[in-house]
């Protein structure tokens, strides 16, 4: 089995035939590794914009592809078309977040008829790493940065080749090489051929604002007294607010008042919910307070 790890480097344009911004895809970059990860092979291209004769300035600064570069490119199709060769069979391919698959997405929807770049099984490559700095003890309570985690792990990193696509590539490799263990990776990896893969990946978490929506538990609404344990009732209906639901309550017992919240986050194939439970303080010790 070969590891594949994909970077892309993509710049926002306004394409007139949608009437709106894209991210199209100017550089695909990436690494190949075999058993042990060492890297055997690498892919590197310069893609010429579908509809446009320009790159931005952000891009061009960042990435230090210029106008010319781009322009001397090849078509997003033959990219494609030369990096699924390149892959080969029997790969699992990463990227530093799950970013750069919706990049794809949106340039195979949008800019080609029918051509798919070929990733067969996929990791997330930054939540992985993420989930091995936690049992290192490192706190990473937000998605962390290719070059943050390099530098936390001790991997050297030429930061004067960052957000070059290849590059990019080879720093996740040592970053995976020093850090990979076998059953926690390959507890990660999605095979694309679940019907349920890119409909996950498309799918975007909301909040539930119907209190009738069929995914609440609305065992969930229930509280008890945190000083008695009592079962609170509620004082004043359960309403929308702020993405949940909040309501007043009441401990006959303790004669004490709570506001409570609740939210519920839909996610693919899951609910998240989030409680809170606060006591209202009488007004006139509200007022003596201030």
């Known amino acids: 089995m070969n590891y594949i ?110 051509i798919h770049l070929r990733i067969d099984k996929y990791i997330d490559l930054q939540k992985y790493i993420q989930g091995e700095m936690k049992l290192l003890g490192i706190e990473c309570n937000s998605q962390i940065s290719l070059l943050n985690a390099a530098n936390t792990l001790g991997i050297e990193v030429d930061k004067s080749t960052l957000h070059n696509a290849k590059a990019d590539s080879m720093v996740g490799a040592a970053i995976l090489k020093k850090h990979y263990n076998k059953d926690r990776f390959n507890a990660m990896v999605y095979d694309t051929s679940d019907p349920d893969f890119f409909a996950r990946f498309t799918f975007k978490p909301y909040y539930i604002t119907d209190i009738d929506d069929e995914n609440i538990d609305k065992s969930q609404f229930d509280f008890k007294c945190p000083v008695c344990g009592k079962t609170l009732l509620v004082r004043k209906n359960w309403h929308s607010r702020f993405g949940g639901f909040c309501a007043e309550m009441l401990c006959e017992h303790c004669e004490k008042t709570y506001s409570a919240s609740v939210k519920f986050r839909k996610m693919f194939d899951s609910v998240r919910v989030r409680r809170r439970l606060n006591e209202k303080k009488p007004k006139q010790e509200s007022e003596n307070s201030t």
């Open 5 to 114: 790890i994909l970077d892309l480097e993509w710049d926002g344009a306004f394409y007139p035939k949608i009437g709106g911004f894209i991210n199209q895809i100017l550089q695909i970059g990436a690494v190949k590794l075999n058993d042990n990860f060492d890297i055997i092979d690498t892919f590197d291209t310069i893609i010429k914009s579908s509809f446009s004769k320009r790159v931005s300035k952000r891009f061009s600064e960042l990435t230090g592809i210029t106008k010319k570069e781009m322009l001397s490119g090849i078509p997003l199709s033959d990219a494609f078309i030369a990096y699924n060769a390149w892959v080969g069979d029997d790969a699992v391919t990463m990227t530093w977040s799950n970013s750069d698959i919706y990049t794809v997405f949106e340039n195979e929807k949008k800019l080609l008829d029918g």
